[in-house]
Nanobody, 126 residues
Framework: VQVVESGGGLVQPGGSLRLSCAAS????????IGWFRQFPGKEREGVSC????????YYADSVKGRFSVSRDNVKNTVYLEMNSLKAEDTAVYYC????????????????????WGQGAQVTVSS
């Protein structure tokens, strides 16, 4: 499966942005989908992971209550809805899929994710 992110951009603090993760080559509902972000000079950190079986979604504490994930199996796309954005959310965001349909623990272990998108820049600034 190949995944491609889109929807990044510049947004003011307190604003919202939606990222899309479109899949090709295979049905996205065969895979769990993780979202990660990377700050300059830092390792990638987990943002969320959604199970394909029951839609259960895990969120990092830093985004809980502000970010949400949804899946459109018809469009073969997963969305990351980001609300109440803060300057510290500025990062490159990646979607990724492991080779299995569930979010296995530890959920944020990047080595478990086999397929990665190219990343989308999100900048939160006034």
């Amino acid at each position: 499966v190949q995944v491609v992110e889109s929807g990044g951009g510049l947004v003011q603090p307190g604003g919202s942005l939606r990222l899309s993760c479109a899949a090709s080559g295979s049905a996205l509902n065969n895979y769990a989908i993780g979202w990660f972000r990377q700050f300059p000079g830092k390792e990638r950190e987990g943002v969320s992971c959604m199970d394909v079986s029951d839609g259960r979604t895990y969120y990092a504490d830093s985004v809980k209550g502000r970010f949400s994930v949804s899946r459109d199996n018809v469009k073969n796309t997963v969305y990351l809805e980001m609300n109440s954005l803060k300057a510290e959310d500025t990062a490159v965001y990646y979607c990724a899929a492991p080779d299995f349909p569930t979010c296995r623990h530890p959920v944020w272990l990047t080595a478990m994710y086999k397929y990665w998108g190219q990343g989308a820049q999100v900048t939160v600034s006034s």
